[in-house]
């Protein structure tokens, strides 16, 4: 069965600085990526996907993501984050017919 | 608004009652999915449905059933339930029965039962 691992439950970080959030996932054949954003007390909103071609995704709000096929990774990053940037963040992957799996989450706290 | 509704946004019962759950996708998506959050399981699969029928199921329990109907408009029912059902319920929908088109997600129903 496929699975989405995310390395770090939460990730403290100060505003203006740059983040990584880790996501690995499992899978022997061909896979679509995505992150979600989940603000508190709303519904989880796509940041970016990979489907398939250049590894590097840019999506959202300044963030990007790089899809590594050797490492089975695919990390969101941010050059610089903001005060509004803090929530939780899913990775989740499907195989094209089954339904996302999702990550556990990481809770990004941007500190002031 | 991301155009997939979903009532009512907050829900308490007691054990062994049954509730109903309503999602309405997003005009012009076919699958709708729902999904169950909760803080020590996650984000966890338990249906979809394309145009009305069944496609694929998940963790999704005996005591849950849902269906789509004709308008496209999607029911979660929930019966016998247990205080470990509180969580909160998510609909998601999309346009075609494969993933790659991504998901827009309804804001939730929580239930909480007591």
């Known amino acids: 069965a496929q699975s989405v691992t995310q390395l770090d439950s939460q990730v403290p970080v100060f505003e203006e600085a740059p983040v990584e959030l880790r996501c690995n996932y499992s899978?022997?054949?061909?896979?679509?990526l995505f992150w979600y954003v989940q603000y508190p007390n709303q519904g989880l909103q796509l940041l970016l996907k990979y489907l398939s071609g250049s590894t590097l995704v840019k999506g959202i709000n300044g963030f990007e993501a790089e899809f590594n096929k050797s490492q089975t990774s695919f990390h969101l990053r941010k050059p610089s984050v903001h005060i509004s940037d803090t929530a939780e963040y899913f990775c989740a992957a499907s195989t094209g017919r089954r339904a996302l799996t999702f990550g556990s989450g990481t809770r990004l706290q941007v500190q002031p | 608004d991301s155009g997939v509704t979903q009532t009512p946004k907050h829900l308490i019962t007691a054990t062994g009652q049954r509730v109903t759950l309503r999602c309405s996708p997003r005009?012009?998506?076919?699958?709708v999915y729902w999904y169950q959050q909760s803080l020590d399981q996650g984000l966890q699969f338990l249906i979809q449905y394309y145009n009305g029928e069944e496609r694929a199921k998940g963790n999704i329990l005996e005591r849950f059933s849902a269906q789509q109907f004709p308008d496209l408009h999607s029911e979660l029912n929930l019966s016998s339930l247990e205080l470990g059902d509180s969580a909160l319920y998510f609909c998601?929908?999309?346009?075609?029965?494969?993933?790659?088109?991504?998901?827009?997600f309804g804001s939730g129903t929580r239930l909480t039962v007591v």
């Open positions: 005009s012009g998506d076919l699958s």
């Open positions: 899978s022997s054949v061909s896979v679509y």
């Open positions: 998601a929908s999309s346009v075609g029965v494969e993933a790659n088109y991504g998901y827009t």
